[in-house]
């Protein structure tokens, strides 16, 4: 048995929560006040994601960058091949929010979307 420490970050609550484990999987989540904590506590100890946010060059806008997120969480192990296509990526003005900027992100299957307008120029 092992157990795992965690602060939860699926409500602004931050329980402290208490994840017991056995032979990898999950046997008990402990300290939670909401199901979210559960749920979170799980997905964290096994499989472990992040939304990512940044920002990409524009070219032909009103401002130089757009700032950027994943439209869904990726696996935390691809965040550095996340940011490297990020910043790899250019755009051209206009841009409205959602658009989606880059497909398929370091092939997770997950695009990265713009979070603001940008006007042509």
């Known amino acids: 048995m092992e157990n795992r420490e965690l602060t939860c970050i699926g409500c602004p609550m931050g329980c402290q929560l208490t994840v017991t484990m056995d032979n990898g999987e999950v046997t008990e989540v402990k300290g939670n006040t909401c199901p979210k904590g559960d749920i979170y506590a799980r997905k964290e100890v096994v499989n472990p994601t992040r939304i990512v946010t940044s920002t990409v060059k524009v070219t032909g806008g009103d401002k130089e960058r757009v700032s ?8 935390k192990s691809k965040i ?3 940011m490297k296509d990020i910043d790899a990526a250019t755009v051209a003005a206009p841009i409205s929010i959602g658009d989606v900027l880059v497909k398929d992100v370091a092939g997770t299957g997950v695009d990265v979307i713009a979070t ?3 006007l042509a120029v």
């Open 80 to 82: 550095f091949e996340v």
């Open 68 to 75: 950027v997120k994943t439209a869904n969480d990726i696996p």
């Open 116 to 118: 603001r307008n940008i």
